[in-house]
């Protein structure tokens, strides 16, 4: 996405005017910087002036003194500034940073499957990170630097108009070449970005799956193709983008030697012929020194600009992708448990090949349904439309005879609870993993629901309790007990729709007896959807529905369809195999 000022405006109009307070003290602060600076040195040429005349030594110490007064109180300055800057630059980008987290989190899985979670972060953080600079001081430090810059001119066209028009001319020089280097740099500096996001999000993914890339024998493919990266970013970075901002430095160093030697050449010539005073040529040297440093800082300033652009333009495209599945208007659902209907649902997640085609489902509140099929029958599909990780391509769900889109996410997602095969565990305590970082749950309702599910042996079997900390990813818990946590978290949340992508059958059975006791007790008095894998656990369904290529194969009564000798079902149950081997059989 190509960035306009427009859209620099109003990214600090954003996230600064909520500042404002902070921003002015800035402002102020770097305005008295400058004009300390400018006034340094005519104090010096005073003194000077004054020592070579021949003045008493009590005015030169009072003038050294005032010299010094200012030398202390322009770091004093600077050091209130230099804090003051980092305090709004990084409040800032904390907040920026908070809302695309926030509105990634909001996109549809559609687009998340498409990005890395790798690839994510870097835009999210790294992006982020590099507007810290343009957010604290890019526009206040370009505007004072640009006032100091005019004030020395002006005051040294003051001391000679010749001295002041060398300066002027190197000055506006410099600016220019720092302005054409700069558009060439941003495209670079953006290439740079993408190719970092690129290699981190291949990292990612790939450290993720270590085992199976060790087991399988892919860890020499996966080096290669993290050298390609390597390379990518390598090439982009080093050679194109750092090479551009170095150039730029040396230009503006070099013009700046030039102009100074310029300036100091005409001094010279106006101290012999009588023009001006030895005090006069050191404030003219001081003023060129002074020079240096803000020219110095805007070419600073316009590289990180360039990297900010880049940023900015990753940050805005970002921001532009818009959920498919958006915000309810709220309509409420209807207390109790839910009614599931799916009305004529077909969806795909490309258009032209629908995984859903014209499904319709009706099961009444507190009924638990079966849902069997082989892999890439559609039932996984199905599932997520019922907490609205998809909406329909046509057709309509509903929950409780409300449609889902015209409910609010977190009402629905309040009432619907969601549990997969893979159980996500944080680095955190028991507590927090089983409230999910909730503070309201009180101790004991976890401890209740822990012993009502089966957990409590395990519990006090923790050396630190519910203040145990877990390692990231689950390690030192067992795939039953996190299986178990998942269930706890969900009773703690007491929903009215459970849905449940059944795993026990890779447990071993004692574990396995632990765990469908624990789902007796959760889906008691609930409406439930239990994707089976294995047969035995449809039993503890009323109804059964079988999938096969994304459309209904079977569905009915439980006992009735495993009565029914012609039934799909039946056939399942007879031969003790799943759909795998006749699903896609029957007509």
Do not use: C
């Not at 996109?107 to 498409?114: I, K, P, T």
């Not at 990170?129 to 810059?149: A, K, P």
């Not at 000679?160 to 500096?189: E, K, M, P, S």
């Amino acid at each position: 996405m190509r960035t306009s000022p427009r859209d620099y405006w109003r990214l600090l109009a954003q996230y600064l005017i909520p500042q404002r307070g902070r921003v002015s003290l800035l402002a102020l602060l770097l305005l008295a910087s400058t004009g300390l600076q400018l006034a340094s040195p005519l104090v010096l040429r005073r003194f000077i002036d004054r020592a070579l005349e021949g003045d008493a030594l009590r005015t030169l110490m009072l003038i050294a003194g005032l010299y010094i007064g200012f030398a202390i109180l322009i770091q004093i300055v600077r050091l209130a500034e230099t804090w003051t800057a980092q305090y709004v630059g990084w409040t800032a980008t904390n907040n920026l940073r908070a809302d695309l987290a926030l509105h990634v989190l909001g996109l549809d899985m559609g687009f998340h499957n498409r990005h890395t979670p790798g690839n994510l972060i870097e835009r999210v953080d790294g992006d982020v990170f590099t507007l810290g600079n343009f957010f604290s001081r890019f526009i206040i430090n370009i505007l004072g630097n640009v006032l100091l810059t005019a004030g020395v001119v002006v005051l040294l066209f003051r001391i000679d108009w010749r001295i002041g028009a060398v300066v002027a001319l190197f000055a506006a020089t410099t600016i220019a070449a720092l302005a054409i280097l700069g558009r060439y740099n941003t495209i670079r500096f953006a290439a740079a970005r993408q190719a970092m996001a690129d290699l981190i999000g291949f990292l990612e993914e790939r450290i993720g799956g270590t085992e199976d890339i060790r087991s399988s024998g892919a860890t020499d493919y996966v080096m290669r193709r993290n050298d390609e990266f390597a390379r990518a970013y390598h090439r982009r970075q080093k050679v194109a983008s750092i090479f551009g901002g170095a150039t730029t430095f040396s230009v503006s160093q070099l013009l700046s030697v030039l102009g100074m030697v310029a300036a100091l050449a005409v001094a010279a010539t106006l101290y012999r012929d009588g023009s001006i005073t030895l005090g006069t040529v050191f404030v003219v040297f001081q003023f060129t020194q002074i020079l240096v440093q803000p020219i110095e800082e805007i070419s600073r300033q316009l590289r990180d600009f360039q990297l900010a652009s880049a940023s900015i333009g990753r940050v805005r495209q970002l921001q532009a992708v818009k959920p498919k599945v958006t915000e309810g208007a709220g309509l409420p659902l209807p207390p109790g448990p839910l009614a599931v209907e799916l009305d004529h649902v077909t969806f795909g997640y490309v258009p032209e090949d629908p995984t859903l085609r014209d499904v319709t489902i009706h099961l009444a509140p507190q009924r638990v349904l079966g849902l069997v099929g082989r892999t890439g029958s559609g039932k996984s599909t199905l599932t997520r439309m019922l907490v609205r990780f998809y909406d329909p391509d046509r057709g309509s769900v509903r929950l409780g005879g409300i449609d889902l889109r015209d409910v609010r996410m977190t009402d629905l997602r309040d009432r619907v609870a969601f549990v997969t095969q893979e159980i996500q565990l944080f680095r955190a305590t028991v507590r927090d993993n089983l409230t999910l970082f909730d503070p309201a749950i009180p101790d004991q309702r976890i401890i209740d629901a822990l012993r009502r599910l089966g957990l409590g042996g395990w519990l006090n079997a923790l050396e630190d309790g519910l203040d145990t900390m877990l390692a990231a990813g689950g390690g030192g818990v067992s795939s039953g007990e996190a299986q178990l946590i998942a269930l706890t978290r969900v009773f703690l949340r007491d929903p009215d729709l459970v849905i449940l992508d059944e795993a026990s059958s890779r447990l071993d059975p004692i574990t396995e007896a632990r765990l469908e006791r624990a789902i007796d007790t959760l889906l008691d008095g609930r409406t439930a959807i239990v994707i089976a894998h294995r047969l035995a656990t449809s039993e503890r369904a009323d109804e059964v529905l079988v999938m096969a290529n994304g459309e209904i194969a079977e569905h009915g009564e439980r006992e009735a369809l495993a009565r029914d000798p012609n039934s799909l079902f039946a056939g399942m149950i007879r031969t003790g195999h799943d759909l795998a081997t006749t699903g896609e059989e029957r007509p």
